[in-house]
């Protein structure tokens, strides 16, 4: 019996529906023949129900299976495609680079939104003058008069000067309407001149000349259009592109579109950003002043200085600048800054704010190269290479009549603060250097050569050696004054510290500061030492640098820090760190090194008495010391050098004989024979003896006054002329050496002018 085919329940589920249907129908035909044979063969009738089919052969079932088969693979491939598919397409919809990108373009497309925005806003303010009214209001505002006077004259002079724009349109009108006509006319009357001449003159035909005119028109019409559909096709992205800019620079997109992949968005800093900071504060006095629609006062509006942004804001009355340095760190979030990049200050009134706000990152590029590494020297008295401020601004660290007081956390750079500071002293001919590093560390070998003392170690022996040395600068500062008190000057100048006697710049740095002050031994007599050297040594001559870890009451004597006018405060980790480095009440006024991040702002620093500035965040340079990369050596030689083309040897303070000249015997040498007026007599002794620093200062009126009181001779004053009668001056001579050389013992040094 031929087979009949069955239905294959398997793959029922994945054909489609018309297929199951056809096969459907071929399988009851073949159902309905078998049942007629089987009616066919018995001998009881039975009733069915007949349903037309179609009995298959072995071959035709087997072609059917196989191409039920194949539908059924097409329909689960199908199926599972779509699935892929499906599950693709919600994986792109979903990942995070899509909603990035969507973001930036959602983003890109609101700030050229904000661009046509800004454009509309600047457009209305110009029109019905909107920045002077806003202007006006804040000066009534805050009561302020003379501002108000000058606002309201500004606006009535903007408003004249519009109305004669106005007025003079029409004749701007007319004016273009006359050249038109005249170009209209003139033209072609000059070609019609210019064909006529060529015709008569046989160098060309009149024609001609029309011809070529109108080709010309033809070109310059040809251009034109060109340019036109070039500008046509062009204008709606180069408005566009400007609109972003526009947008860019006004503006900022709203926090939800900015993505973290953005780091490098930076809001622009402008009047409107730095309003909306200050209101963020929630300070009522501000919240209130905006509410009531008037607009902050910007004495200088914001504008790049250096790295970064510069404004001056005249704040609402009862808001002191003092109260928003205070919450500089709030203030840097509305600025979308790190609280070190923003610095509000004090300006000219108490209700003025002077903020800075640097660049985003401005930080990252630190001070650059040191600029002495390819040559030159250095003139202490003007101050020694130190670093660069945020705005870029390159900053000498002084040092006469100073004192400097380094310190911060471990590894952050106060060692190399100091290295800086005696390299560039070092390039100083006239300095004499002495470096104590109680603590065995080769941040300063490279200085030694260059140094009248060095003292490395924290042994017994090296404490006793930095206590010596403190001792004998103690000394050096008792004979400097009695050496200006001999050359009658209040403090040490560049012309006494060049002259080689006595008073050259002395700079000491005492590194590591804390471990000798605190050492059980010596501690306390160096403490003592070092407070008399810091507060009697600065007009001296001599600046004394004290480097620590930790200023505190324990390691340092408060009399130390109180007479250091320089500091500098690297990361530091409380506010009495703080106080002690810059000053007491610095951090209460927002001068914070403690803001500073360990690590990441390693080499940067709050420095005060290094500007005008209450302090200024400083990135100091780097001199590396370390063996193949040593930058410290050639400078030290550059400055052996430099001594050594002077004929002198490295400065130290050894005991300077103290010159002496006799003015009585000067006076015999340049007076002759004759009297001579006593105001001429200084200029003979400057000629006589050019080098010594007395005569260079002295007058007629003091030469008779010292001779008076030191020699017992009197100038008459003859004719008003005071002479001075070489014979008198002989007389005294005389009288001195009859009385065995006691005037020369009071009196002979010049009256105090020997050195």
Known sequence: MDNVHKLHPDNDDNRPQDSVQDDVQDVAQGIVHESAERVDTTDDVVDVEVIEGEILTDEESAALDQRLANRGALVRRAVTTTQVVARASKTVATHDRTKTASKAVLRESFTVVQGLESWAKRAWDASTMGVYRRQIKAAEAVGDREELKQWTDRKESATDRRHRRLMDLPKLAWGVLKVSVALTIGVPLLVFVIAVLTKMTGHGSFTG????????????????????SALSIAAPFLIVLAAWREGKRRAEPPAWLVTTADAEWDAAIDETTIARALEALRIPAITQYLKAGLKLQFITPARVDGRGTHAVVRLPAGVTAEKIARRRGDLATGLHRAAKEVWPTTGSEAGILDVWIADKGALAEGAGEYPLLSGGLVDVFKGVPSGKTLRGDALLAPIM???????????????????????????????????????????????????????MGADDDSMK????????????VQRRGELLIRYEQPAVNRELASASVGLHPLICLLEEAHVAITDDTYGKEISKLLVEIVKLGRKRGIHMIVSTQAPTRDSMPRDVTRNCSNGIAFAVGDHVANDALLGQGAYAAGHRATELIPGTDKGTAVVKGFSGERSEILQWYYLDVAKGHDQVTPLIQRSLDAIAKLGKTIPDSKPVPIETRDLLADLDEVLGDDPRPIADVPALLKRHAPTWTPYQGLTGKALRELLEREHGIKVPSTGNRYPLDPVTVRDAIVRREQCGGDADESGGETGGLAS
């Open 401 to 455: 009549e100073r004192n400097t007081m380094t310190g911060g956390m471990p590894g952050q750079g106060k060692s190399s603060a100091a290295r800086a500071i005696m390299a560039g002293c070092a390039l100083d001919p006239t300095a004499e250097l002495r470096i104590w590093v109680p603590d065995t560390n080769f941040d300063f070998e490279v200085f030694k050569p260059r140094c009248a003392s060095y003292i």
């Open 209 to 228: 000349v029309w011809l070529g005119f109108f080709a010309l028109i033809g070109l310059v019409i040809a251009a034109g259009a060109f340019a036109w």
């Open 465 to 476: 050696a930095i206590r010596d040395q403190l001792v004998n600068v103690h000394e050096e």
